[in-house]
Each structure stands twice: as C-alpha cells, then as structure tokens.
C-alpha cells in the first residue's frame, strides 16, 4: 500500500491517491487519507508499458538464441526501461527456426517468465522488395505447417506481420478464426489491396509509414488505406524511422485509441554495445541509430520509455495519450485490456513511475517492485 501524487486511469488523472495491492492485482485506488503513515511517491504512475514488437536486447537477438533463458534476458532487459510485458519478436527465417522459436515461448510461458505474453512473427510471409533487413531468400507464401504453428493456442497471443500480396484473403481470414493478430507490413501493396487484407480479420500495419507502400494522392498506399481506416498502428518513434511531422500526421489520424508505441528493438537495445550481428551481417550503432554498412535502417536500439519519452517531446502528445499508446491501446489490440494495460481495481498490477522529467523512478510487475535507475 502507499500513496502517489498523481495516478493515470481510463477517467484520466487522478490526484493523492492510495494504491492498495494484493499479490498480482490492483485491490483499490482511492483519495488518500489526509494523514497517513503511507510511502509517499512524487510523480506520475502509469500502467506498464506494452512492446509489440520487440526482436531483442540486453544483447541477445530472440533470433539467434531461442531460449527461456534468452527470453527472460531480453525481458530483464526491457524491464528497466518501463516494459511490464512483450511480443517476443521473431523476424523471417526458415521453418525449422519458426518452430524453435514457438517452443521457446512456449517453455517460457510454462516456466512462468513474467512479461512474455506470447509472440509476433514477422515474417516470413513478406514481399522481397521491401526487405529491409530481412532475408529475402527465405520469404514466402505460407505452409500448412506453419498455419498450424501459428494458431497453437500454447503460444499465448500470436501477431504475425505479413504482406498481403504474398497471402490471399481466404488465408487471413482463417489465421484471424484461429486468435491470431494479423498486421500488414514488408509490402508493397496498393490501397485496394490492403483494405482487402482488413476486409478479411487485419487489423492494423507494423511500423507505419516503414517497408511499405507510401500515400500518395492518387495512389494511397498501406500507408494511405491504414490512416483512412479504424485500424491499429504500431510506429517507431526513434526519430530516424519516421519523421516527427509523420508521427504527428498519424497521431490525428489514428488518435491514442489505435497508434501504438513500438521499439522494434535489436540486441543493441538496453546495452552500451555499439555493434552486433544479424544473419551474418553487421549491425552498427551511431549515437541512437541502427545500420547495415550500406545505410538501411536494422531495426532500433529504442526501449518503451524513450518511445513514450520522444511522443511527448518531440510530436506535442500528452503524457497520457503517449502512455496510453504504450499500454492500452496494445492490450485493447491484444484482447488483454480486462487483465493489463490500465491501472483499475481488479487488473495485474503492472506499473510505472515517471518524475516531473520523464525518468523512469520505479516499476511494478504482478506487483512485484523492480527497483531501477533513474533512466534519462
């Protein structure tokens, strides 16, 4: 039990409040007694942030080692920039891979790490001429076998990015009966033909405005298709990914309700490293940005908290709509909103406190504080 000066409900903020929890869960948030013998905390508590799509960090990449003690690595990792949960995420290789990396989340869930929700693959299913740094060789239409992979419901949730001239309608359709999120993204798309995807169970694009096809007037692309339409978005708002002016244009599109803040984080993400390894090639780190030696953008080194932290300085968003992109508006996406992703009597007690700058002072997961750092 103690008391926090100023607390982020769905019925917005709320001031002096005493926060009472019980093992896992939230039991009560109410007005603070004037008096009180209560540890008292400064600041601003959010709910637990919420990665989509995260590929690795601490240094280790989910692709290169698919283990629980990988998985709980990159876990501990994020934990100490505000992550309270993951989709491990798992980047276009072969089908033998695809299977390692399932029992992995699958043993990891068994096993209790805290945090792994389930899994976003994404990939291999992608069109070859938005690559980015994915392997263009193993790209493809999908498998019966990895169909039956993807819809295990031992996984957890399952998001799976994929490109929509690579897997027909019908194809979605049924990934969508089976609970798994689909998001467009590695493709090249037109309008028509992502609205057919949505039509068909997607329900959102990976990394807006990247690898895919771009708006324009009489062309408008995914891009254009996903801004016009009520699904959801994930973005990377590194400062490099996307512009600031692009962040903001899809912010009035999309509203709090349906962007949501990614990392696409690498094994760089979290460490002091400054290079690392991907399928052979080399990854370098400059200041904040992620390169091949030819200059493509390979994923990020971002966490939640500098995600959050660049909304709001750098694209105008409120605290509480950037928080909300990192928490609810994902757990709504991922069917998890009456478990996380809110702070409410009766829901897991994942938390963050933030200061008056931003810095991350303390976080709670199932109610368990993790003492960190303060973190710039």
């Not at 039509?199 to 807006?208: D, E, I, N």
């Not at 599109?253 to 460490?271: F, H, S």
């Not at 990854?283 to 959050?308: E, K, N, P």
Request: aromatic share 6%; glycine share 8%; hydrophobic share 45%.
């Amino acid at each position: 039990m103690f008391v926090c000066e100023r607390v982020l409900t769905r019925d917005g903020w709320l001031y002096q409040q005493q926060i009472t929890l019980q093992d896992s869960q939230i039991v009560c948030i109410e007005p603070a007694p004037n008096q009180h013998q209560l540890p008292y905390y400064r600041g601003s508590l959010l709910p637990g942030f919420i990665d989509v799509q995260v590929n690795g960090g601490g240094g280790v990449l989910f692709n290169h080692d698919c283990s629980v003690d990988a998985l709980q690595q990159i876990m501990q990792a994020h934990h100490r920039y505000g992550s309270t949960a993951l989709l491990p995420t798992f980047i276009t290789d072969d089908f033998a891979a695809m299977t390692r990396a399932a029992e992995a989340i699958i043993a990891a869930r068994r096993h209790g790490v805290a945090g792994i929700i389930g899994v976003h693959f994404e990939g291999p299913w992608l069109f070859a001429g938005r690559k980015g740094v994915h392997r263009a060789d193993y790209m493809r239409t999908p498998s019966a076998a990895e169909l039956a992979l993807l819809s295990n419901p031992e996984l957890g949730v399952v998001m799976v990015t994929l490109a929509p001239e690579m897997v027909a309608p019908e194809v979605i359709h049924q990934l969508t009966q089976a609970g798994v999120r689909v998001m467009l993204g590695h493709t090249d798309a037109s309008a028509d033909l992502a609205n057919q995807a949505f039509a068909a169970g997607a329900v959102g694009c990976t990394h807006l405005f990247n690898a895919m096809s771009q708006l324009q007037g009489r062309s408008p692309g995914v891009v254009g298709a996903c801004l016009a339409n009520d699904s959801y978005a994930g973005i990377i708002m590194d400062g490099h990914h996307v512009a600031p002016e692009a962040c903001q244009l899809a912010y009035k599109a999309k509203g709090a309700e349906r962007l949501m803040l990614v990392t696409d984080a690498m094994a760089l993400a979290a460490t002091d490293d400054d290079q690392c390894d991907l399928f052979g090639v080399t990854i370098r780190r400059q200041q904040d940005r992620l390169t091949t030696a030819d200059g493509t953008l390979a994923g990020s080194c971002l966490t939640m908290l500098a995600a959050l932290q660049n909304a709001v300085r750098m694209c105008g968003i409120s605290l509480a709509d950037a928080a909300r992109m990192a928490s609810t508006t994902p757990a709504t996406l991922l069917g998890l909103d009456q478990q996380q992703g809110h702070l409410a009597a009766g829901l897991q007690a994942d938390m963050v406190l933030l200061n008056d700058r931003l810095q991350l002072q303390q976080v709670w997961q199932r109610g368990r504080p993790l003492y960190t750092e303060i973190k710039q």
